[in-house]
Nanobody, 116 residues
Framework: EVQLVESGGGLVQPGGSLRLSCAAS????????MNWVRQAPGKGLEWVSA????????YYADSVKGRFTISRDNAKNTLYLQMNSLKPEDTAVYYC?????????WGQGTLVTVSS
């Protein structure tokens, strides 16, 4: 079974940091681009970041560029998102996601709340 499980969310103060993880199983993780997507309360999905299969190429939405870092450990089948200088507008459910031959695969999400 193809599965993605996010973890690491929680409550942080503005300016703080958080590291999200996405544990992958049931597929050849090292063969796929991976993405982070978020959904703020009451808003739609927003693509955040992507990384190629080997981890050598990364991409970011303008809203997080310079603050977030995507990475992966293919030996551990794990995707990461290091989130620094967090802002209240970063509050959202964060999902890891990829596209396989049949369509999009999403994790259950992990909630990040940035508030004082």
């Amino acid at each position: 079974e193809v599965q993605l499980v996010e973890s690491g969310g929680g409550l942080v103060q503005p300016g703080g940091s958080l590291r999200l993880s996405c544990a992958a199983s049931g597929f050849t993780f090292s063969s796929y681009y991976m993405n982070w997507v978020r959904q703020a309360p009451g808003k739609g999905l927003e693509w955040v970041s992507a990384i190629n299969s080997g981890g050598g190429s990364t991409y970011y939405a303008d809203s997080v560029k310079g603050r977030f870092t995507i990475s992966r450990d293919n030996a551990k089948n794990t995707l990461y998102l290091q989130m620094n200088s967090l802002k209240p507008e970063d509050t959202a459910v964060y999902y890891c996601k990829f596209t396989d031959l049949t369509g999009e695969v999403w994790g259950q999400g992990t909630l990040v709340t940035v508030s004082s």
